[in-house]
């Protein structure tokens, strides 16, 4: 069992930036695919950025392309997701996900084996 912890969420101002960091909360011994999603009440969570277990491939959906950045840290099974000029639309909880086999990326939610708690991002206007 893999339990993720996401931060670095918060409210902003449209045009802002905030980096997302999740991380697992016990030892990891590989690097594994992972991804960021987000999901507004009501409905289906949707995937944001991806990236293959050694970082060296990603992917984005178009409503995000060229805003968002998503990456590796150090540690193992550490990502962050960078979001730039932001948007009111980008507003909702936003989760990362870990799936514990495979090497590609993964943009499909049911392709996930473990979720993080998730961290709000509020963007005003």
């Known amino acids: 069992q893999v339990q993720l ?7 902003v ?7 997302l960091s999740c991380a697992p909360s016990g030892r990891t011994f590989s690097n594994y695919p992972m991804g960021w999603f987000r999901q507004i009440p009501g409905k289906e969570r949707e995937y944001v950025a991806a990236i293959t277990w050694d970082g060296g491939n990603t992917a984005y959906p ?6 968002f950045t998503i990456s590796r840290g150090d540690a193992v ?5 960078q979001m730039n000029d932001l948007k ?3 507003t909702a909880k936003y989760y990362c996900g870990l799936r514990n086999y ?3 990326y993964y943009v499909v939610k049911e392709d996930y084996s473990f ?4 961290t709000q991002v509020t963007v005003f206007s």
């Open 5 to 11: 912890v996401e931060s670095g969420g918060g409210s």
């Open 13 to 19: 101002q449209a045009g802002g930036s905030l980096r």
């Open 88 to 90: 009111p639309e980008d």
């Open 115 to 118: 979720w993080g708690q998730g």
């Open 102 to 104: 495979g090497s590609w």
């Open 77 to 81: 099974n550490t990502i962050f997701l």
């Open 62 to 67: 178009d409503s995000v392309k060229g805003r």
